[in-house]
């Protein structure tokens, strides 16, 4: 099982591709998707049919932009698939990074259209900072789809496709992406569904000999995990039916119906009633899976995104500051000094809280490593800092639970710095 996040700028067509890959697998029927061109015809917008499968509310399909992270599931011949639709917008990058939290594969859709590429990859697009970001999140593989190749303006170009892998190979590399085992380039057309499932037509496209979209991911080994550790859960949402149902990507450990657990940071205990995978009910489920669980012993109101699901004998570490490894990104106009005092946002597995950076331990020399002492950092650099929050939050050190211990400071839109928890405070 793979739970795969679909990120670039916006308009590069990741909705769409989305929505094909549904069409080619059998998850929409033939007439849905008439029914959905007709009405993309009615708004003058008949292009866009295909991404109405993931852009369900009305807003969406006016605008033609993704908010919130569409979620669905298809299935090949050899593994099943999450996918996580995420928006491209800048204004919406809290939501694409609980979209990108919960996934193993990332694939990063770029328009080859010319001028869709550049403003992309430009200081303000988002094909940069969603790159970034996902890799802090724990993402292992990226896919690069440059997409839109069956354009007038580009039309199944060599030099075109060739352009954009040399521009974005030295910018990956530098994200601490390994090119050789972790990205795959691949030209396709989503709107059309070129070389997702079936390879595309010599006439349209002579160059290129390479694997087609599905057969790279069914050739992904999965990511491992150990099934004995103590349960982890982040929260991404709650509701009421019959009983409270809480979602998110279980990270550890793994919970099966009449289990004992424990809400974390209130201290709540609670009974598994139910868990439901894929839509799907089942008896029990191993991490690494999107679940949804039905609890009992706790109402709605006492949960928020954020909290984590734990296991009652070793529960989660509740900690209001902690020691953290960090690589400036970028540093705004007004506040071009990071140092003692600096505040952000704090974004965390699901969670999202304020915070300040209270000490300054050490800079760390890039290429040596070596740790010298500093006063301020400057962008670009990387360093060991004390963070303090005002509300308690639940996190693990990074060599414990990975997805638990990376996390992003953002101010005003911008990602600031990416880094990862080092150490907790002994007493927690």
């Not at 019959?242 to 940071?265: C, N």
């Not at 489920?285 to 012993?297: P, Q, V």
Request: proline share 4%.
């Amino acid at each position: 099982h793979l739970n795969i996040v679909f990120i670039g700028h916006i308009d590069a067509g990741k909705s769409t591709l989305a929505g094909q890959i549904l069409f080619l697998t059998g998850g929409v029927d033939k007439r849905t998707i008439e029914k959905y061109e007709r009405e993309a015809k009615e708004k003058n917008r008949e292009g866009w049919y295909m991404a109405y499968i993931m852009d369900t509310n009305e807003e969406e399909r006016v605008k033609g932009i993704t908010v919130e992270v569409g979620r669905a599931h298809f299935e090949t011949d050899k593994k099943r698939y999450t996918v996580l639709d995420a928006p491209g917008h800048k204004n919406y990058v809290p939501n694409m990074i609980q979209g990108a939290c919960q996934a193993d594969v990332a694939i990063l859709v770029i328009s080859a259209r010319k001028g869709e590429f550049e403003t992309g990859f430009e200081r303000g697009g988002q094909t940069r900072e969603h790159a970034q970001l996902a890799k802090t999140l724990g993402v292992t593989r990226l896919i690069v789809v440059v997409n839109k190749l069956d354009c007038p303006s580009v039309a199944w170009d060599r030099a075109r496709f060739d352009q954009i892998v040399n521009g974005l190979t030295p910018f990956l590399k530098q994200c601490g992406y390994n090119m050789k085992k972790e990205v795959t380039f691949l030209p396709l057309a989503a709107l059309y569904g070129h070389n997702i499932r079936d390879a595309v037509s010599k006439e349209l496209c002579d160059w290129y000999d390479g694997e087609t979209l599905f057969s790279v991911l069914d050739h992904m080994e999965p990511v491992e995990r150990n099934p004995l550790e103590p349960f982890r859960m982040p929260i991404v949402d709650r509701w009421k039916d019959m009983g409270t149902i809480v979602m998110g990507k279980s990270e550890a450990g793994f919970v099966r119906v009449g289990d004992l657990l424990q809400i974390m940071p209130n201290k709540l205990r609670v009974k598994v009633d139910g868990v439901y995978r894929d839509e799907k009910e089942t008896q029990s489920a191993r991490c690494g899976e999107n679940l949804r669980l039905r609890l009992s012993g706790c109402e709605e109101t006492d949960i928020s995104p954020g909290f984590v699901l734990s296991s009652v004998k070793s529960p989660v570490p509740v900690v209001t500051q902690f020691e953290a490894q960090l690589v400036i990104v970028e540093l705004l106009e007004h506040n071009p000094i990071f140092t003692v005092g600096y505040k952000s946002m704090l974004h965390i597995h699901t969670a999202c809280e304020e915070c300040e950076v209270s000490k300054l331990v050490a800079e760390i020399d890039p290429k040596t490593k070596e740790q010298k002492k500093a006063k301020y950092i400057k962008q670009g650099g990387i360093c060991i800092c004390r963070i303090t929050v005002d509300k308690p939050i639940c996190i693990e050190a990074f060599g414990d639970v990975p997805s638990l211990g990376r996390f992003t400071l953002r101010d005003e839109g911008r990602t600031i710095a990416i880094g990862k928890v080092v150490k907790l405070p002994k007493v927690h």
